[in-house]
């Protein structure tokens, strides 16, 4: 190396300093200590090592590099805008704009700015992953690990590496304390994901000053107690000890590598640890000194002199694009040669679905006795897999609970000799499982995981990122509600149904049985851009007979019209979700025996429903009928909307109990009798109001 070559590394690292500063200055808000500490150890990692081309940043084979760190977002967007890596749009074109303009990173944090307080995917190219709740990220570089061996054992052919990506992922002590990464480092080792790489940011400070106050433990120990292969550099800033880092990450091939960087928050070694720093801007005269020390312009903002642009594009630019080149001509003789896997792979980089594919799902016959929809959830996720050939997930151990193991033939499990199988076991680790789907997703499989519905909340950080990053992650649970019986209250959902329902752009499905359960899935398998979530029975539901009620297809209108009065004009509404539809229904009939008017709404998608024409949404629950009453074992919030001020909802209003199913559901009042009779005093206040003067 020449020492121009050293200098102009030396240059890169500062500019990258100088624009964190600077942006961070110009917002008067954001962590400038953290990017600037770790300038050094990213620039090797992009400049020599990441294979990326800027040109195209959804080449299907670059390195991913995930910002664990999200609070250190200036480095990213740093990066990204010297590397000059190009937009692209929703539908996957180049759009020839920078990803991140000088502009952009002028404005970081202002509305627009393509350069957010935080790394938000989808919002700016180049982002792999939305980070930012600490953990989350390696948590999805994870996922992103397991799917690129996934993929490589499933396409790669002798002579054709389609896939040999690695995954590197940049964390800080936030992250190492949260519980999700050691929950994802753990299934990393057993996975043996050699191919990922965590690079650890051990700065020694957080928010609230050194870590001598909260985290002492040995982080190097507890990795190597998990089974990875663990480095130490010792000084940020040197970069020859960085890179032979990854040189002895890029050696392994049994272990996922922790590369241990001691660092300094601020801009290096003389300058001591300064927490103040952290989580406030330098000020005009930090800003001047700290220019001054490391070389840069005092007077100049946002100072990129020509050479380092030459540089990265010397660097990362001409090995991404030569690297990318060469794929893609390897993928013109792939396609020749096996062109049935050539269009797999395409399709899966469109979001597309096979040829056909509805064609696996079958309807269900009547049946009284029905089956529980976590069971018919399981026969259609199995059909649904076997004409999807990347539809891969699993369950936090609770498949034989969640029924969602794929048992056809070659299904098989993902293990480290096996990572063509489909059936991921994630082991007791809820949040991990939930973050591994979603890096499974971006990187453009069809993933799935299952647990009880009560454990969502463990999982609630990464399913809400599914939602923020619009990825079409399937998040299944069963075991919906005091239907679980004697396991009692710790095991019985109250309030998270209406949880999950409040996080904007997520699909929250609770079929009502069989033939609801395919219909949600002929929505969910073809979903592009939003996460859902399948709430489902663990005792059998009745499969209604369709002959006589409302076709299972209005799941795709979020509610529909399932039975109604015999003239079409109810004198009340039952609206329920799940294994409540049978109740409204039983209740239906003892109100008709009567001679009561009663129209059932199912109604197993909120988020559709709204999505509809007012006309439709008056047409299903008409505004002339105030008695109407929703019928769901969960708390009633949300329910209101939906009633009105003449309605009622029989829901939850405290914790369930442990007993057998029959005894809950009178104690809680889930029970025809009882429907009918709150039905009856709704219609009663109603018949008030109309004679009132
Ligand atoms: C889950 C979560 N909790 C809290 C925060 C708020 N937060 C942002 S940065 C930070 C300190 C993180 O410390 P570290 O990872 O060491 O980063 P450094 O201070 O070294 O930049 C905290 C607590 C967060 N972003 N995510
Ligand atoms: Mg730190």
């Not at 393509?114 to 570089?141: D, F, I, M």
């Not at 397991?146 to 896939?163: D, H, P």
């Not at 049994?254 to 801009?267: D, Q």
């Not at 199912?602 to 019928?631: G, H, I, K, N």
Request: a negative charge; charged letters at 20%.
């Amino acid at each position: 190396m020449s020492t121009l070559d050293v200098d102009l590394d030396q240059l890169s690292v500062n500019v990258i300093r100088g624009l964190c500063m600077d942006a961070v200055e110009a917002a008067n808000s954001g962590h400038p200590g953290t990017p600037m500490g770790m300038a050094p150890v990213a620039y090797t990692l992009w400049q020599r090592f990441l294979r990326f081309d800027p040109q195209d940043p959804i080449w299907p084979n670059r390195d991913r590099f995930v910002l664990s760190e999200g609070h250190a977002s200036t480095l990213l967007w740093s990066l990204l805008h010297l590397a000059r890596v190009q937009a692209v749009d929703p539908a996957y074109e180049v759009l020839g704009q920078p990803a991140v303009s000088l502009e952009d990173l002028r404005s970081f944090r202002q509305l627009d700015s393509k350069c957010p307080g935080h790394p938000e995917y989808r919002w700016t190219s180049g982002v792999e992953a939305t980070t930012g709740p600490l953990g989350q990220g390696v948590a999805t570089s994870v996922g992103m690990a397991i799917a690129g061996q996934w993929l490589a054992a499933r396409y790669n052919r002798v002579g054709f590496a389609l896939y040999d990506f690695n995954v590197y992922a940049q964390a800080g002590d936030g992250c190492m304390m949260e519980g999700i990464s050691s929950e994802a480092a753990s299934l990393a080792a057993h996975q043996r994901l050699s191919n990922l790489c965590w690079i650890y940011d051990s700065n020694r400070v957080t928010i609230e000053g050194h870590t001598d106050i909260t985290f002492t433990e040995d982080v190097a120990a507890r990795f190597l107690a998990y089974g990875w292969n663990v480095t130490t550099v010792a000084d940020a800033n040197d970069l020859g000890a960085v890179a032979r880092a990854i040189h002895t990450f890029l050696a392994e091939y049994e272990r996922p590598t922790l590369i241990l960087v001691h660092s300094h928050i601020g801009y290096g070694s003389p300058v001591e640890d300064s927490p103040k720093a952290h989580g406030e801007p330098l000020g005009p005269a930090g800003v001047r000194s700290t220019k001054r020390f490391l070389g840069l312009p005092e007077d100049q903002d946002f100072f990129v002199p020509g050479a380092v642009y030459d540089c990265f594009g010397e660097g990362i630019g001409a090995r991404g694009a030569s690297a990318r080149a060469a794929w893609a001509s390897l993928f013109e003789s792939y396609r020749a040669q096996y062109p049935e896997l050539a269009d797999e792979i395409e399709r899966m980089g469109r979001r597309d679905l096979p040829e056909g594919w509805e064609d696996a799902l079958s309807s269900f016959p009547p049946d009284e006795k029905g089956l529980a929809t976590r069971e018919s959830d399981g026969q259609v996720l199995n059909a649904l897999a076997q004409a999807i050939p990347w539809v891969i997930g699993g369950s936090a151990d609770l498949s034989p609970s969640t029924k969602t193991n794929l048992t056809f033939p070659g299904a098989g499990d993902v293990q480290p000799d096996s990572r063509a199988g489909r059936n991921v076991h994630f082991g007791v680790r809820e949040h991990a499982s939930a973050a591994i789907a979603n890096g499974m997703a971006l990187t453009k499989l069809r993933s799935y995981w299952s647990g009880f519905l009560i454990f969502s909340d463990y999982a609630r950080g990464a399913i809400r990122l599914s939602a923020l990053m619009e990825i079409p992650v399937v998040h299944i649970f069963t075991h919906d509600s005091i239907g679980v019986g004697e396991d009692g209250p710790t095991h019985q959902p109250v309030e998270q149904l209406a949880s999950l329902r409040a996080v904007p752009g997520l699909l929250v499905f609770r079929p009502g049985d069989a033939n609801e359960v395919v219909e949600t899935w002929r929505l969910v398998a073809a979903l592009r851009r939003e996460p859902a979530v399948l709430v489902l029975s663990r005792q059998a539901v009745p499969t209604f007979d369709r002959t006589v009620t409302g076709a299972a297809a209005g799941v795709a209108r979020g509610a529909y019209v399932l039975a109604d009065a015999p003239n079409g004009i109810p004198d009340v509404v039952l609206m329920a979700t799940g294994s409540e539809v049978q109740l409204a229904m039983a209740a239906r009939a003892e109100l008709s025996a009567e001679g009561t008017g009663v129209r059932v709404v199912s109604m197993p998608c909120w988020e559709l429903f709204d999505r509809q024409p007012p006309e439709y949404r008056d047409e299903v629950l008409p505004p002339t009928v105030v008695a109407r009453v929703a019928v769901e074992q969960a708390s009633t919030l949300g329910w209101h909307r939906y009633v009105g001020d003449g309605g009622a909802v029989v829901g939850m209003h405290t914790f369930g109990a442990s007993a057998p199913l029959k005894n809950l559901l009178t104690k809680f009042g889930f029970t025809p009798e009882r429907v009918a009779q709150v039905a009856r005093e709704r219609m009663g206040a109603a018949e008030q109001g109309r004679n009132r003067p």
